[in-house]
């Protein structure tokens, strides 16, 4: 997993509320295409007519934002299907952050576990956000995690909430994985109780 | 409060913690991984890519279901995406000591149709799969939650899970359901109540005395659909119904086992003093048949009243209904009974079980699906087929017109190519109403069974409180 310590470029905006995982990437993509080659497939059904023609003022589609390493979004962003083909669809598009007044939980966690960063702040900052961008286009945003802030073009950071396990794991590198391999005696012995605990749950 | 006050969901979940991870995150005990075929076997393979292997087998099952064809005759290799995946899932579950159910084995199924079916979901129990209606499960009173593929490698490396505990909240459903108003009537009301994140964040407590008196396939539907308000899982207290249901299912426990695990399970009710976080309580008497008119399951609204007008929505909401109701198709003051319907479908985790079968079917009973509009029948598991079949369901079905199906996801999420066709409308008893997820540019209504039946059989949106019973 690639470490995130700080991230520098255009934020494209797409402030609908409640945009799902299904519309990031459909299903039957994730099954057709390894987690590298959904680029063309990430928001199809938004980025293309039925020709296959770019709908040329989908943000998406907007040079200035092509390749935005920013996401501003709507509030339940990635809400809907756990798939965590959207974060990889997102990073296809070169997006490594998505600020939202809120994230769907299982889309929230997924992104811990791609090196990608989910910030949640106020509906008015990010709605401010978008205006901005709106207006500057490709004026950079800089998100440094270790700093916990994001500095808009204008230049005044805005500070945000991330919990210190997943800071250290983002800037590390590190999914829930390499974090818990250290774990392995204290599961065997949790198991090794709960078969007298609770016999009915034992399987085997 | 009394400090020992607790709810359901405390109960459960601090039963699990194995270690502290620090900054309020804890590593919790899988009781239950369920794995189905769109992650199942990539999720395996990448694990041996890692150098690591299945931690604790005996505890995981896995049952093709997602790309599964659902044609009469299909076999595993019945979709080219199937082909592909099938005999990998398969191969690699089998390796790896994990029991596979396969595609016509006769406790094949939705993966969240089976786990109650079979007795693996318990109270009391702590449930993953790689699919966000695993809190389905939380019917029977288990802590049941969806998780993404790296989360699944880590369940299936350790048994264990790294989680930061949600809130409480607690939706009461008071009093008797009126004529018509089906347990998926209920959830997708509260959905329109507390909107497609009014759970963000939350674990959900369903209770109240429409709780109580719902058998557990109904419990199951309601559980089913608590991700579509962004909470992390629904749960129901278990009683009587509950143990009812699981004496002498395959996996419940037997005998003096059985009445030693319901002790356990009795004491895990919400004590009377616990506190919630929030509270949201429902009158039944506000709750009429549901039907959604828009691409989120918040978009909802009753049978009987008329198409919503953006102009009516919050000035936030304004310019994503207008979207939702141009993907849609439908005009703002359109009555819904005007509205033609292209197909049905009935099935899904959210409403494929014998109950939602008979519902449909005293529907479907003498009446005839008219020209022009498609139906599909798709049981939740082999179970509910074999069930349908012996009480003649399949045969009420066929005579109305509708295609009787074998077992799976099918038409609710698509991944197996069933789709519906680009721009036709589906009259659908699955959970998501999302633009293109039931296939590019279709058109989904979410509703319950009963009136899916009806819209099949009328060929439009229909109040099932007008057709009545069997014909």
């Excluded at chain 2, 084995?105 to 079979?118: F, N, S, T």
Aim: glycine fraction near 10%.
């Amino acid at each position: 997993m690639k470490p995130l310590i700080q991230i520098s470029g255009p934020a494209v905006p797409l402030m609908e509320a409640n945009i799902n995982t299904d519309v990031i990437i459909r299903i039957e993509r994730l099954s057709d295409f390894g987690r590298d080659e959904l680029e063309p497939y990430a928001f199809e059904a938004w980025r293309f007519d039925e020709t296959g023609a770019e709908i040329a003022d989908f943000p998406l589609n907007q040079p200035h934002w092509k390749s935005a390493p920013i996401l501003l979004a709507g509030p339940n962003f990635g809400c809907g299907s756990s798939r965590e083909g959207a974060v990889w669809a997102l990073n296809c598009l070169g997006i490594r952050v998505v600020i939202a007044p809120s994230f769907g939980g299982i889309f929230r966690n997924n992104c811990y576990q791609n090196g990608t960063l989910p910030i949640a702040l106020s509906a008015e900052i990010v709605e401010d956000f978008a205006k901005i961008t709106k207006a500057q286009r490709e004026a950079p945003f800089r998100v440094d995690l270790e700093a916990q802030v994001v500095i808009p073009p204008n230049g005044t950071p805005v500070p945000f909430e991330i919990d210190g396990l997943r800071k250290s794991g983002l800037s590390k590198g590190l999914d829930d994985l390499g974090l818990t391999a250290q774990q392995l005696p204290g599961i065997a012995a949790w198991q090794e109780t709960d078969r007298a605990l609770r016999p009915w749950i034992w399987l085997d | 409060m009394s400090d020992q006050a607790r709810t359901l969901f405390d109960k459960v979940w601090d039963d699990h913690v194995v270690a502290e991870m620090g900054h309020g995150y804890q590593l919790l005990h899988v009781d239950r991984n369920l794995l189905h075929d769109l992650s199942g076997g990539k999720a395996l393979a990448d694990l041996e890519r890692r150098g690591l292997s299945v931690h604790t087998p005996a505890l995981n099952i896995a049952v093709p279901d997602h790309a599964v064809s659902s044609a009469p005759g299909r076999h595993a290799a019945s979709t080219e995406i199937s082909a592909r995946l099938a005999p990998i899932f398969k191969q690699r579950a089998e390796a790896a000591g994990i029991r596979y159910i396969d595609v016509n084995d006769p406790e094949q199924g939705i993966v969240h149709v089976i786990g109650p079916e079979l007795g693996l979901t318990l109270p009391g129990t702590l449930i993953c799969c790689g699919d966000s209606h695993t809190s389905t499960h939380g019917a029977l009173g288990a802590v049941a939650f969806g998780i993404g593929s790296t989360e699944l490698l880590h369940v299936l490396a350790t048994q264990t899970i790294v989680q930061k505990k949600p809130q409480r909240m607690r939706v009461t459903f008071e009093g008797r359901a009126g004529a018509g108003v089906a347990p998926k009537d209920m959830i997708l009301y509260l959905m329109g109540a507390i909107g497609a994140a009014g759970g963000d964040g939350y674990a959900l407590e369903y209770a109240g005395s429409a709780i109580r008196t719902l058998d557990i396939e109904g419990r199951l539907t309601i559980c089913n659909m608590s991700i579509e308000c962004g909470a992390k899982m629904g749960m129901i207290a278990p009683d009587d119904v509950t143990y009812h249901y699981l004496a002498g299912r395959e996996h419940a426990p037997k005998g003096e086992l059985f009445e030693t695990a319901r002790r356990h399970w009795e004491t895990l009710p919400t004590d009377p003093d616990a506190e919630f976080d929030r509270e949201v309580t429902l009158d039944m008497v506000d709750i009429a048949p549901q039907i959604t008119w828009g691409t989120s399951p918040e978009h909802v609204t009753s049978i009987s009243d008329q198409v919503p007008d953006p102009a009516q929505a919050t000035p936030e909401k304004r310019e994503d209904w207008a979207r939702a109701l141009d993907y849609i198709g439908l005009t703002p003051g359109q009555a819904f009974e005007d509205v033609a319907v292209d197909h049905v479908f009935i099935g899904s985790c959210t409403n494929s079980r014998i109950s939602d079968l008979r519902a449909a079917a005293a529907i479907a009973h003498g009446r005839k699906v008219p020209e022009g509009t498609s139906a599909w029948v798709v049981p939740g598991s082999q179970a509910v087929k074999r069930q349908a079949e012996a009480e003649g369901l399949d045969a009420i079905f066929r005579m109305a017109g509708f295609e009787w199906r074998e077992p799976g996801c099918s038409q609710c999420v698509a991944a197996n190519g069933e789709v519906v066709a680009p721009g036709a409308r589906c009259v659908s008893t699955t959970n998501r109403n999302f633009v293109g997820r039931q296939g590019p540019r279709a058109r989904t209504h979410l509703v319950s069974p009963a009136m899916a039946a009806a819209a099949a059989v009328t060929g439009r949106i229909t109040d099932v409180r007008k057709l009545g019973g069997a014909q």
